[in-house]
């Protein structure tokens, strides 16, 4: 093993371990090594795993979420798996009502919808003849990609992430002539999630907070740090992909725009959009335009089967995730946001944003930037990197990801303290943990006991101290 080697494996390991140790204790009654939860060493392993044995990531994943299946069902007696996936209200109250919806079942699900509806939809749309007319008004040098990039985090405003970033993809391989530098493919990923980062339509995350009582402009000042990053990851990232591969100078000649495979891409997004904030389920909507879409033109279900694989794999580290043990998190405030950003890179941003909301007290925009962009670092941080590897298998090397798209990293780091040092930490209410923290509505509120205990307003009681330990 060359010492270059040993070097990557080291900050690698480094990469996920130092995030999970962060946010590895508490939980449930289980076995700990050295303090560390069994539950957080298997997902470890399953993560260096999925970084090492790139190109066997579908079986990584699955032999990782069975090891640690089966952990909870010897160790953890009674552990309740069907209250985990279903929740405990009934079935059907949760498909008619989206506030009584509980447990994993939705996430997974829409998932599972959205990466294989929105593969279907990046076919449609090359097909539609978009991506071969562009060259025509797009600038032949490195400008070209830069605006490219531009266009994918002003898509992702409004859009799902993975839908935003599989149409940059789906460009980039026909503007570049299908030679895309793996840091511009991370460019790419990371322009769609900071483009979601500021707005409650734009990612998951983001809307988890405003179903749960987040005012969309206090999470809007997101895009100043998101905005930051944008420049820094499309001024690299372009660079990076003029000198592997300049874009196309002229488009192709006698080419026609399908109107009727155009007319499919817009009421897909519209799907997405409207069942995205009626039902909390864009694959929902997605799929019953893909429906319609198929009652008049033919389409490319083959492509389906090209993208199982991912969406399982995904699906797999979602749930690994699920199971980890983290029912309390570090007091809010921005060194935890911070540090989230690199948890996101691991760890399902779902979850941590559920952890989050029910915690209260955090700055929601500087929150949404840190689990949004966070997970841009590493491939399988978001379901937008699953989802663009796709097309762009040579991407699942974490070490090349990392090395090629550094610049992600970097970006992280300048966008997140230029928002500290312009906007602060702003924390603001959502819809059970109010602002102030001493007029919070929440009885034995954490942040409200402190803030009481500082301000001399309640000295500390024994149970005060109880819930504070």
Same mark, same amino acid.
């Given at each position: 093993m060359t010492s270059k080697l040993i070097k990557w494996l080291f900050l690698l390991s480094? %990469? *996920?371990? !130092?995030?999970?140790?962060?946010? =590895?204790? @508490?939980?449930? =009654?289980?076995? =700990?090594? @050295?303090? !560390?939860?069994?539950? %957080? !060493?298997?997902?470890?392993?399953?993560? !260096?795993?999925?970084?090492?044995?790139?190109?066997?990531? %579908?079986?990584?994943?699955i032999v990782g979420l069975s090891a640690i299946v089966l952990y909870k069902l010897i160790f953890i007696s009674g552990y309740p798996f069907a209250e985990h996936f279903v929740g405990t209200n009934p079935i059907i109250d949760q498909l008619v009502n989206k506030e009584m919806r509980q447990g994993e079942w939705g996430i997974i699900i829409n998932l599972l919808g959205l990466l294989l509806g929105f593969t279907l939809l990046a076919k449609i749309?090359?097909?539609? #003849?978009?991506?071969? *007319?562009?060259?025509?008004?797009?600038?032949?040098? &490195?400008? #070209?990609?830069?605006?490219?990039?531009?266009?994918?985090?002003?898509?992702?405003?409004?859009l799902d992430n993975i839908a935003a970033a599989m149409i940059g993809g789906t460009i980039a391989l026909v503007v570049f002539k299908n030679k895309v530098h793996i840091g511009f493919v991370a460019a790419i990923v990371a322009a769609s999630n900071a483009g979601g980062s500021g707005s409650v339509l734009g990612d998951t995350t983001t809307t988890m907070m405003w179903i749960d009582g987040v005012s969309a402009f206090n999470v809007f000042h997101a895009y100043v740090a998101a905005g930051i990053a944008l420049i820094i990851v499309a001024w690299f990232g372009a660079h990076q992909q003029d000198k592997f591969q300049r874009i196309t100078a002229d488009a192709k000649s006698g080419i026609k725009v399908n109107r009727g495979k155009l007319f499919i891409v817009l009421l897909i997004l519209a799907g997405a959009i409207l069942s995205n904030i009626y039902y909390d389920m864009p694959a929902l909507g997605v799929w019953v335009a893909i429906i319609i879409g198929a009652t008049f033109k033919k389409?490319? &279900?083959?492509?389906?089967?090209?993208?199982?694989?991912?969406? *399982?794999?995904?699906?797999?580290?979602?749930?690994?995730?699920?199971?980890?043990?983290?029912?309390?998190?570090?007091?809010?405030?921005? $060194?935890? =946001?911070?540090?989230?950003?690199?948890?996101?890179?691991?760890?399902d941003n779902i979850p941590l944003t559920k952890l989050c909301l029910d915690q209260g007290h955090f700055d929601w925009? $500087?929150?949404?930037?840190?689990? #949004?962009?966070?997970?841009? $670092?590493? &491939?399988? #941080?978001?379901?937008? @990197?699953?989802?663009?590897? +796709?097309?762009?298998?040579?991407?699942? +090397?974490? $070490?090349? &990801?990392?090395?090629?798209?550094?610049?992600?990293?970097?970006?992280?780091?300048?966008g997140f303290f230029v928002l500290y040092l312009i906007v602060g930490w702003e924390p603001s209410s959502n819809k059970q943990h109010k602002e102030p923290p001493k007029d919070c509505q929440v009885e034995n509120c954490p942040v409200k006991i402190k803030t009481q205990a500082m301000e001399n307003i309640k000295p500390l009681t024994p149970q005060d101290i109880s819930i504070l330990n």
């Open positions: 480094a %990469f *996920i371990f !130092i995030p999970i140790w962060a946010f =590895a204790e @508490g939980g449930l =009654a289980g076995v =700990a090594i @050295g303090g !560390i939860r069994i539950e %957080f !060493i298997l997902f470890a392993l399953t993560l !260096i795993g999925v970084a090492l044995f790139h190109k066997q990531t %579908f079986w990584v994943s749309f090359e097909e539609s #003849g978009i991506p071969d *007319i562009l060259p025509k008004y797009l600038p032949d040098d &490195w400008k #070209g990609p830069f605006i490219l990039l531009v266009f994918v985090f002003v898509l992702s405003s409004f389409l490319p &279900w083959g492509e389906i089967s090209s993208s199982i694989k991912g969406a *399982i794999f995904l699906i797999c580290l979602v749930t690994s995730a699920s199971f980890m043990p983290v029912e309390t998190l570090p007091d809010a405030s921005w $060194m935890t =946001a911070f540090i989230l950003g690199f948890v996101s890179a691991v760890f925009g $500087m929150l949404a930037y840190s689990v #949004g962009f966070g997970g841009s $670092m590493i &491939w399988f #941080g978001s379901s937008a @990197g699953v989802a663009i590897t +796709n097309k762009f298998p040579e991407a699942r +090397n974490v $070490m090349l &990801w990392l090395r090629k798209g550094w610049h992600v990293t970097l970006a992280y780091i300048v």
